[in-house]
């Protein structure tokens, strides 16, 4: 039996995502930049899918950039920043996506000077240290809402509020966060939020960037000037209707009696085991654990051969073998950091799905024990 438990990495799709996106496929036929009757009916779902975004996340219509997804959003906010200076301080907390870290890392390559903050040994990155790192000449900095690894959610509010009294630019990559932190724009009043449609059961390739009101975008890659001049290439129309039709339908706070069982009873059948960012606010559908003197991909290819799909730290950097940077920058040592189970709970999974995996990592860890010669 196939049990999906990644929904970190990715989410099930959703039906009304599904029915939305291939009804639009049929049809808007036409380009939604067209003048003609074909056209005005394909603006007039992307128009549609922005107004029901907007809503939903507590925007202005008007700030909504549609793009490719997450990553793209988080380097256009970045690039928008950052290209017209020539130095100064960016700031990001040490637990960001490589979405994040990446375009902040070729920036420092380019003059500019990268800060990163260290979160605490729950995965939180308190407000004091990114206030700490703040400096005259810091011009940016990035924080996420949501851990994809831990699931701690970060104090973004009250660092927002003080860069907005300093003056720095803010970009929150929220990726992770919709449908299971709250996120309300106007509140927050960043100057950028970044979200991807597939981490609700949304489609796949297709997100959002946030922006707010009298802040310049400058475009990754200039075109036929969509989106308002903001982000440059014909509208992928279907795709932006599945990700309206997603919004609000998995409820992922539902999953925490779930996992919270699970946890616990892992924790009463594997004595060893550690849950990390048990003691922070953290969203509700996620586990991410230790087995200590276990090798987390070892382990990921055993569950994996028995039908279960989970991650070893992030997705993400799957298919190379560093430990992950999360775990690292939570204080754990590269051994420790490597022996980590990501669960990530969604759509269609139960308590006997939770239970199963239980018995499925018991039995793993007998396996690999026996194999290494220890007593079971
Ligand atoms: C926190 C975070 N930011 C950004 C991304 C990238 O989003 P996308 O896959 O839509 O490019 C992810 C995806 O895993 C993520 O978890």
Redesign the pocket.
């Known amino acids: 039996m196939k049990r999906y438990l990644d929904c970190?990495?990715t989410c099930p799709p959703v039906q009304k995502a599904l029915d939305a996106s291939a009804q639009a496929a049929i049809e808007a036929v036409g380009n939604p930049s067209s003048l003609h009757w074909a056209g005005r009916a394909a603006r007039r779902i992307v128009d549609d899918a922005r107004d029901a975004l907007a809503a939903y996340v507590g925007c202005e219509s008007g700030s909504v950039v549609f793009t490719?997804?997450?990553?793209?959003a988080?380097n256009i906010a970045i690039h928008s920043v950052l290209s017209g200076l020539e130095s100064g301080r960016v700031i990001c907390t040490a637990i960001?996506?490589p979405?994040?870290l990446k375009p902040l890392q070729r920036a420092s390559d380019h003059g500019f000077e990268m800060v990163s903050v260290r979160p605490d040994a729950n995965g939180v990155v308190s407000v004091e240290s990114m206030i700490d790192a703040i400096t005259d000449d810091t011009r940016m900095l990035c924080m996420?809402l949501?851990?994809?690894e831990s699931g701690a959610i970060q104090p973004v509010q009250q660092v927002a509020d003080y860069c907005r009294s300093r003056g720095i630019s803010v970009l929150v990559?929220a990726?992770?966060a919709l449908g299971k932190s709250v996120i309300d724009f106007k509140a927050l009043d960043v100057d950028f939020l970044?979200l991807?449609?597939?981490?609700i059961g949304g489609p796949?390739g297709v997100?959002a960037l946030l922006v707010k009101r009298g802040v310049k975008l400058q475009e990754l890659a200039p075109g036929g000037g969509q989106e308002r001049n903001r982000r440059s290439g014909t509208e992928n129309v279907p795709a932006i209707a599945g990700f309206a039709a997603a919004l609000g339908q998995i409820d992922f706070s539902a999953f925490a009696p779930i996992r919270n069982a699970f946890e616990q009873q892992l924790k009463d059948q594997i004595p060893e085991v550690r849950v990390l960012s048990e003691g922070a606010p953290r969203a509700a559908n996620t586990s991410l654990f230790i087995l200590p003197g276990m090798d987390g991909e070892t382990l990921l290819m055993q569950l994996d051969l028995a039908g279960f799909a989970v991650a070893s730290g992030?997705?993400?950097s799957s298919g190379k073998r560093d430990a992950s940077h999360v775990l690292l920058a939570m204080g754990l040592n590269d051994a420790t950091a490597r022996s980590s189970v990501r669960v990530s709970f969604g759509p269609g999974n139960s308590q006997e799905d939770a239970d199963a995996l239980v018995r499925a990592l018991v039995a793993a860890r007998q396996r690999l024990r026996g194999m290494a010669g220890l007593v079971a």
């Open positions: 970190n990495a490719s997804g997450g990553t793209e988080n960001e996506h979405a994040v996420m949501v851990n994809n990559d990726v992770q970044s991807s449609a597939h981490k796949k997100g992030s997705a993400c």
